[in-house]
Nanobody, 122 residues
Framework: VQLQASGGGLVQPGGSLRLSCAAS????????IGWFRQAPGKEREGVLC????????EYSDSVQDRFTISRDNAKNTVYLQMNSLKVEDTALYYC????????????????WGQGTLVTVSS
């Protein structure tokens, strides 16, 4: 199972980015996919997750009403739409897959992508 996160970049505060998590070697239909982020000097934290039933779990209330997660099983891809970005959203963003199909804790995710860097700065 390989996960490829992409879509990161430099954006000004208030801007938007859409991250993609594409899978190979596995069909994502039955997996829960979570997005996580790690800022410099901080621990990795959960952002959002979408389970196999298309239900969302919000791991961090700091992204409420700004970030949304979606999946396109036909493309074997999960997206993280990030709007109204803030400087504090700057981090390396990872996607991960949980074969249980449900959104659980960070240590339950078996497969991890390599991360894509999001920098929010003016």
């Amino acid at each position: 199972v390989q996960l490829q996160a992409s879509g990161g970049g430099l954006v000004q505060p208030g801007g938007s980015l859409r991250l993609s998590c594409a899978a190979s070697g596995v069909t994502l239909d039955y997996y829960a996919i979570g997005w996580f982020r790690q800022a410099p000097g901080k621990e990795r934290e959960g952002v959002l997750c979408i389970n196999k039933l298309y239900e969302n779990t919000e791991y961090s209330d700091s992204v409420q009403d700004r970030f949304t997660i979606s999946r396109d099983n036909a493309k074997n891809t999960v997206y993280l739409q990030m709007n109204s970005l803030k400087v504090e959203d700057t981090a390396l963003y990872y996607c991960a897959a949980d074969s249980s199909g449900y959104c659980r804790g960070i240590y339950d995710y078996e497969y991890w992508g390599q991360g894509t860097l999001v920098t929010v700065s003016s």
